[in-house]
């Protein structure tokens, strides 16, 4: 079963399994796992979705074995990272690690946590899933492609450099921020000839704010795909070259991001839209995984990028609902 909630709506909706068609889907970051779930989108109301707790309890599978990356690890595997960026003169690389949630004997309540994230994040794509034992939520606001299907329209935004609502931005964000915003306008120049872009102003999700591009392009149904293979994984959540990045943080991370930086397809009446799938978690039965990156640059600086993850967790965490 899936649950989500669209942006800037308050509306809880599924998937009725009546139908075989399948307007939801979710895509990993290397593209080699999707996760379709069959059936019309429906809405239910808060009672209905509250009516049978799902708590971990439910869930399949423990989580064995995980060591966790501290401070000084991830720190140290920064450095490196800054190495490699300096030595192939890359304008930024997108790295990770898994903040472990221990539940300490404790169950977690999925449906209360998922509300949570709702009322927290307004402007969010907020989903919860269970399917085949995986057991996956997530809350952001970041698009990587909305397509209106009456008038072709194609939207997107390029999202990047992060700090805490109150701080003032740096040199260090704003030129983290041109590579993804660059990339986008090569790609969408590809398929449009009549793009717009925005202004460069301030997203704000919870605890932290983003520097955001908008783009508008015409485009034509066909290319949809196309255009939405080219972007993914944009530089907000990769780097550029893609190939040398994705090599990079394969080798720099050591584990499968699974669905975390990939996204989420829905398809309804009038749209299909794109969500990347960050500030999410994989529940287990015992623990959760929080997958929480940065974009990291030569200017970097390992303790701030270490921060920056700890305030992406904690817009999860803060959420989480004991039982
Ligand atoms: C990679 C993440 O977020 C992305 C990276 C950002 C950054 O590097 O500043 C900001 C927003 C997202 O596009 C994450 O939340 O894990």
Known sequence: ??????????????????ST??????????????????GDIKQISQQEFLKNEINTHFLSFNLNGFEEENQNDYQEKLANVIGFIK????????????????YNGLKINLTQTFLNLCKSYPNAFVYFFIKEGKCWMGAFSEILGKFNKKNSQFETMSLAGTI????????KEIEEQKPVTNFIRNVLG???????QSETYDHVSGNIKHLRT????QITQENLENIISELHPTPAVCGIPKDLCQNAIEQFEKYPRKLYAGYIKV??????QYFVNLRCAEFFKNAALIYVGGGITAESSVEKEWQETELKAEAILKNVAFT
Do not use: H
């Open 1 to 18: 079963m899936v649950y989500f909630k669209f942006p800037f709506s308050e509306n809880i909706c599924t998937t009725d399994s009546s």
């Open 21 to 38: 068609k399948k307007w939801v889907s979710f895509f990993s970051f290397d593209g080699s796992e999707i996760l379709p779930f069959e």
């Open 87 to 102: 030595q192939n003169n890359l304008s930024k690389l997108v790295i990770s690690r898994r903040e472990l949630l221990n």
């Open 164 to 171: 805490s609502v109150n701080d003032n931005w740096t040199k």
């Open 190 to 196: 590809k398929f449009s000839e009549n793009m717009e």
């Open 214 to 217: 908008d783009f508008k392009a």
């Open 267 to 272: 398809e309804t009446e009038e749209y299909i």
